[in-house]
Structure formats: structure tokens, C-alpha cells
């Protein structure tokens, strides 16, 4: 189990935060309806934030058939990536749509869609890879729990971790093959099924060595 673990977790990241330089891009003009995307989901964004709903609400309407009738093969996709980009568009209706979400869940959903959306037009140098250093330092904060034997400040530190890596998922799955894509979310479920082990010292270490790389 243990050799399991630190080699899911390190392949995890490995897979993750790998910038997609193999990724080639179409001429300016076959982008320019996804740039325009682009800037639609920033709009949505920043409304978001701001709690205007309504304006939000609008804008991504407006996405919906741009989305499903974008030409994929000018930005490298394939029909896999386009699931991820509809089902990230319906997350984001959803959360607009919802009278009961928190204002913070419908802000995640919106960084979401929107770190989605850029790593579309920027394959070489998403936004989400900004976040790096702030994920990777509270799974380090999570390690320092276990350390200190301290369950339930790991718990809440785990559920931070696992809610800042929910807004980059999406778009760290952009563009990787179906099994790729497959063993992050495997992956994923495997680490919340057995985050218990985490806080036994023993189980623990080869997990955070399987995410030094």
C-alpha cells in the first residue's frame, strides 16, 4: 500500500503541473472565438466575485452555443476535452442557478470554469499553473499536521487542500489522453477513500515523499 501511494501521489503531480508543451496552436483568426470565450468567462468571473448573479447568469448564456459549436481542432482539443468544457459549463450554471450555494462555492466554480476556459488559449502558460506554490504549500501545512498528530486541524487542512485543487482540476485534465485523464480521476478518488491513513505516522510518509519532485 504504501508503494501504492507514493507512486499515485507522485504521478499525480507529475501529471498535473507538467506544462502542455506539445501543444500546438492554430492561426489567430481560427482563435478568435475562443479568446472571445475567454474574455466571457473572466466576465463571469469578476461577477461573480462581485456577487452580481444576474449579469453572470447572462454572460454565460451567451457561452453556451459558442461553446458546443467552437471549432475544438483550432485549439488542439478533441471530443474529450469538450465533455470537460460542457460539464464545467453546467457546474457553473448550476451554481449560479442554485438560491442555497455560499457565495465562496460559487466563487470557486467560477475560478474553475475560468481557469478552464484560459488554459484553452494559453496550453503553454495557464493561469491555473499560478496556483502551484500556494497548493503545494498547503499539502505541506496538511503534512505538518500529521507530524504533530493533530487530526483534526489535518482534517480541516485537508479540506482546504482538497477545495483549492477542485478550481484547477478541470484544467489540468485539458488535452491529456483518456486514460490520462482516467488515472487523475482515479487518482483523486483513491487519495479521499484513504486519507485516513494519513494521519498514522506510518502510512503518512510515503504519501508526502510521493509528492516531493
Known amino acids: 500500500m504504501h508503494r501504492r501511494i507514493m507512486f499515485l501521489f507522485g504521478a499525480l503531480f507529475l501529471l498535473s503541473f507538467a506544462m502542455t508543451t506539445d501543444a500546438t496552436i492554430a492561426a489567430e483568426d481560427d482563435r478568435e472565438e475562443w479568446v472571445h470565450l475567454h474574455v466571457q468567462a473572466e466576465d463571469v468571473l469578476r461577477d461573480v466575485t462581485e456577487k452580481q448573479y444576474e449579469q453572470a447568469r447572462k454572460t454565460l448564456k451567451e457561452m ?3 461553446i458546443t459549436d467552437a471549432d475544438y481542432s483550432a485549439v488542439s482539443l478533441d471530443i474529450h476535452d469538450l465533455s470537460i468544457l460542457v460539464t464545467s459549463y453546467e457546474r457553473m ?11 465562496e462555492e460559487r466563487v470557486r466554480e467560477a475560478h474553475r470554469f475560468f481557469y478552464l476556459i484560459n488554459a484553452v488559449i494559453h496550453p ?3 493561469k491555473w499553473l499560478e ?8 499539502l505541506e501545512d496538511v503534512r505538518k499536521a500529521v507530524e504533530r498528530d493533530d487530526s ?22 485539458l488535452r491529456k489522453t483518456p486514460s490520462e485523464q482516467e488515472e487523475l480521476r482515479s487518482l483523486l478518488q483513491f487519495m ?22
Open 124 to 126: 503553454e502558460e495557464p
Open 131 to 138: 496556483t502551484r506554490d500556494d497548493v503545494l504549500g498547503q
Open 64 to 66: 453556451s452555443k459558442p
Open 152 to 173: 483534526v486541524l489535518f482534517q480541516r487542512l485537508w479540506n482546504e487542500w482538497t477545495l483549492e485543487f477542485h478550481k484547477v482540476q478541470a484544467a489540468m485534465m
Open 192 to 213: 479521499t477513500d484513504h486519507r485516513h491513513r494519513l494521519v498514522e505516522g506510518d502510512e503518512a510518509e510515503p504519501f508526502f515523499q510521493g509528492a516531493r519532485f
Open 93 to 103: 450554471e448550476q451554481a449560479l442557478t442554485s438560491t442555497s450555494l455560499p457565495h
